[in-house]
């Protein structure tokens, strides 16, 4: 009886939860239903029917005015007078453009000219447009726009060796957006004086290069040499900040032209825990600092071999023509001798992000692409110190990387080289307020009349040095069976606060199976080195068994806040 029941209950509540799953996709398919149906509703929506629905007042401002307008009537427009636009603008471009592939020619090319340019029966699209909001009087526009071209472009190039090769550019794809100005604005139509246009940002720019009746590849550096000749010819006549006056109105116009505003001061101090990117040892650094990227216009650094850990402490100056829009950018390389060398990661500070008369002290973390910022690798990072100083107040803004800048007495102290005697008499007090930063070169020299450790009399001396707070360390070779050992090797320290950091120096025996510290070790003051621009002599331990090392330390560059 018991089993018939329960067959029966078991029976009803299977069915009961059969039922109450039906019951509930099917509830869940109908708010599918209607969500879409909501969706598809919003989808068709206009920006009138948003204005509709609710209040100018309540509605955020990117739904009532948009940032960016559509073009479709443009782009059909477009496409109507393109034949014109191509017999009209073909013989500007070239005129304009030929000179510039002039000045940046390859060395292995005698000559650079167009026999043929067409921009092809495919016109260009624009994406949108917006109206950009500034101080200044007059109206800018950007344009974004979009360029699958097929145009008939032939270079004729001939060679040193007198060769002559026509190479068609072709299959020429281009995104990016163009900057328009229209300025001064006057009381006489069409209402504004001049306009000036530039390539604002180039986002992609694509083509290929073929040799008629030939190819390209079997003249070996033609092609990557005629690609950056291109590619630099475009950055330097139209790329931002370079900007291409048409007067409407005559008039004089020179104040529209592209000027230098101010200079950018860069310290390429060092850079800390590189990718690797050799099999056999450790990289070959150096890096790349420019605002734009002309190759007379970028700076290099030298090379540190073998080190994942580089200091450079080297100086740049950069002439900046736009503070607002321009961007300082460097790039780690990993130098392969005779190959290309391997990039490391890049790194980008803009200028607008600076103030102006003020040094900026950052560490940067390298990416991969500067495009794309979701790069979680760890690339390492580079340490710079920025100084933006504008024109109009470079008497106003003293210049702290200049030898002859002086900030306060400490400083005078250590650039009229009256010994650390000035620095010494500072009270402790403002020994607190001053913070000493700059790189330390440190040379250990020799040892003498070191302790014995060994069964056979002698030890196997080696030094390390450290910086106590900043945890920076390093290690000399090891002199094999030496009471009287000579390193001469040097060492150089980025140090953050001289006044309160400490370099230590021990001195080690070397074993196969342990290491043994020889008594005693030496605290050499690094305030009294800055001060002193530099030391040199022999320190010894206090305490236990005297023996003394030699070392000479220099500063290679310092600067200090009080």
Known sequence: MGFWVGLVLGIAVGVALIVGFARSENSRAARRRQLAATVASFSRMTV????????????????????????????????????????????????????????????????????????????????????????????????????????????????????????????????????????????????????????????????????????????????????????????????WPVRKVIPIIPGDYSDLELKPVGTLEVKLVQARDLTNKDLIGKSDPFAIVYVRPLPDKMKRSKTINNDLNPIWNEHFEFIVEDADTQSVTVKIYDDDGIQESELIGCAQVRLKDLQPGKVKDVWLKLVKDLEIQRDRKDRGQVHLDLLYCPFDMKDEAPNPFRQQFSMTSLERTMQNGSGGNSFDRLSSRKKKEIILRGVLSVTVISGEDLPAMDMNGKSDPYVILSLKKSKTKYKTRVVNESLNPVWNQTFDFVVEDGLHDMLMLEVYDHDTFRRVRIHGEVHPDIDKGFARRGLHGKLQPGGGKEWKAELASEVVAANNHA
């Open 48 to 239: 009138e029917d948003s204005r509709k629905l609710l209040p100018a007042d309540l509605c955020p401002s990117w739904v009532v005015f948009s940032t960016q307008q559509k073009l479709k009537w443009l782009n059909q427009e477009l496409i109507k007078i393109w034949p014109y636009v191509n017999e009209a603008a073909s013989e500007l471009i070239k005129a304009s453009v030929e000179p510039v592939l002039e000045q940046y020619r390859p060395v292995m090319i005698a000559s650079l000219k167009f026999s043929k340019l067409t921009l092809g029966t495919v016109a260009p699209q624009f994406t949108g447009v917006s109206i950009i909001e500034n101080k200044e009087s007059g109206i800018v526009m950007e344009l974004e726009m979009n360029w699958d071209a097929n145009p008939s472009i032939i270079l004729d190039i001939k060679t040193r060796l007198g060769v002559a090769l026509p190479i068609q550019v072709k299959d020429i794809g281009f995104t990016g957006i163009f900057r328009l100005i229209f300025k001064p604005l006057v009381e006489e139509l069409p209402c504004f004086g001049a306009v000036c246009f530039s390539l604002r940002k180039k986002k992609k720019l694509d083509f290929r290069l073929k040799v008629i009746g030939g190819e390209i590849s079997a003249i070996p550096g033609i092609s990557d040499a005629l690609e950056d000749t291109i590619k630099n010819a475009i950055e330097d006549s139209i790329t």
